[in-house]
């Protein structure tokens, strides 16, 4: 007579191996997301390239910082509607392995050349936004709208380079400090941002370019996903070690 088969109980090699394989099915994609995270974003923090790219007002001192970076002093300057682009070296204090050659671009601030201006922010690791300090709330002011063009680039956003903003002739009498410079310029970037958003939405209906990070609240450079910093510095007296010294940390 024959008596139906029993099931035989599971073994503990059998538990050991469904265990194990459903610990792979739920590992396997977390594995595959986080190759693609460093593939994409974990490479580096700098944006690629050697360019730093110098934009400001007029009469903010870019043409003077230039000079004093390529050739360790400064001579007469005129306005000028034509960029600069030249090589140079930096180095970031007396540490001479430190020193890094860039293409430094000295881009004048008539809004003539804002299509130059946007088209060279595109591919810069650095981007410079100079200031003269000593007219501080009118040079934010001035600055706002070209740096707010800037900021929203597509190319800008999806690089990420590094952003300093230099407060230049600190040797000047009533030279407003760069933490002051921080929230002028905040503010008048905002000011921007809610002008531009409100053109945009009235001739189209749809949102135009924005800042990343930002979203809904007042624009802050601490919300921004691309690193910043500011800085006081004089190209008249030779002093630009911050200005070297953050070029050299995001310059490959």
Do not use: W
Not at 60 to 72: C, D, N
């Amino acid at each position: 007579q024959n008596y139906p088969a029993r099931a035989r109980p599971a073994t503990p090699h059998t538990d050991d191996a469904m265990d194990t394989t459903l610990l792979l099915s739920l590992l396997l994609p977390l594995l595959i997301a986080a190759v693609f995270y460093f593939a994409f974003f974990g490479k580096s923090s700098k944006a690629s390239g050697d360019k730093v790219l110098l934009f400001g007002p007029m009469g903010s001192g870019k043409t003077s910082l230039s000079l004093q970076l390529r050739f360790g002093k400064i001579a007469p300057t005129y306005t000028s509607l034509q960029k600069t682009v030249s090589r140079c070296q930096v180095q970031s204090g007396d540490q001479p392995a430190l020193s890094k050659s860039i293409t430094l671009v000295d881009m004048p601030g008539t809004g003539r050349l804002r299509t130059q201006l946007l088209s060279e922010a595109a591919s810069a690791s650095v981007l410079a936004c100079v200031l003269d300090g000593t007219q501080l709330a009118a040079q934010c002011k001035e600055a706002a709208g070209m740096l707010f063009d800037v900021l929203a680039l597509e190319a800008v956003q999806r690089r990420s380079p590094a952003i300093l903003v230099v407060v230049n002739k600190s040797e000047g009498r009533n030279v407003g400090h760069f933490q002051s410079a921080c929230s002028m310029l905040e503010s008048e970037v905002q000011k921007v941002r809610l002008a531009r958003t409100t053109m945009a939405d009235t001739a189209s209906g749809a949102a135009g370019a924005d800042i990343q990070g930002v979203g809904a609240a007042n624009f802050s450079f601490k919300r921004m996903r691309m690193p910043t910093e500011f800085i006081s510095a004089s190209a008249h007296a030779n002093d630009l070690d911050a200005f070297r010294s953050f070029v050299c940390k995001y310059i490959g």
